[in-house]
């Protein structure tokens, strides 16, 4: 089946720093990938989306590139907050909406 | 805050008993999922269901069972517990056309 990976398990990073997660994908026929966030104890939370026919999209704080050439995906948060600290998934989103699949997370943590 | 709610929150429950884990929805959304999610581990889908009445197996086998007989409810489940059925049971819903699912709180469900 397909596959959505993340390329590192834990990410440390310092109060006011950039941070950049990444995530490797196989299947070249996904319409949409989308990053969530998931903090201790909660369900996932939408962060941002970005259709396959794009290379860049930004929202607040966060900005989503999209490498279609090597099937890399990554999510850069500028600024990152002691509140950022969670673990991202990206997924993935193909033919009309109905399945997602999930990577494996990457843990981010965020020193003050 | 999402309007998707799981019950319970947490459940121990002896091996062969029968269980429910109950996911519901005020947003009206006619696409519900149920993931299963062991800890720091990525999402996979086990079941989901288009609207009332449809219901589908996701891409993880489950011993699990669903049903929708109402638009905001997806109850899930188990007709004999097993200790292999620990993990974290996610219900998320989502609007038609978009990428934004809704995710709940989650079940923990650990099966002695």
Not at chain 2, 9 to 35: A, F, P
Not at chain 2, 53 to 63: A, V, W
Request: glycine share 8%.
């Amino acid at each position: 089946g397909e596959s959505v990976g993340l390329h590192l398990p834990t990410l440390s990073v310092q109060e006011g720093d950039n941070s950049i997660i990444n995530c490797a994908y196989s299947n070249s026929a996904s319409d949409y990938f989308i990053w969530y966030k998931q903090e201790s104890g909660k369900g996932p939370q939408f962060i941002i989306d970005i259709r396959s026919n794009m290379d860049k999209r930004q929202g607040q704080r966060v900005t989503v590139l999209l490498n279609k050439t090597v099937k890399h995906l990554s999510l850069q948060i500028a600024a990152t907050q002691p509140g950022d600290s969670a673990v991202y998934f990206c997924a993935e989103n193909k033919g009309s909406f109905n399945k997602f699949y999930f990577g494996s997370g990457t843990k981010l943590n965020v020193k003050p | 805050e999402a309007d998707i709610y799981q019950t319970p929150r947490y459940l121990v429950i002896g091996t062969g008993k029968k269980i429910t884990l109950e996911c519901s929805q005020t947003m009206g959304h006619d696409k519900m999922y149920w993931y299963q999610q062991d800890p720091g581990m990525e999402l996979h889908l086990i079941h989901y269901s288009y609207g009332v009445n449809s219901t589908e197996k996701g891409d993880l086998s489950s011993e699990s069972t669903v049903s929708r007989i109402r638009t905001e409810h997806f109850p899930l489940t188990l007709e004999s517990a097993r200790p292999s059925h620990t993990s974290q049971y996610l219900c998320a819903s989502r609007e038609q056309g978009t990428t934004e699912a809704f995710f709940g709180q989650g079940t923990r469900l650990t099966v002695v």
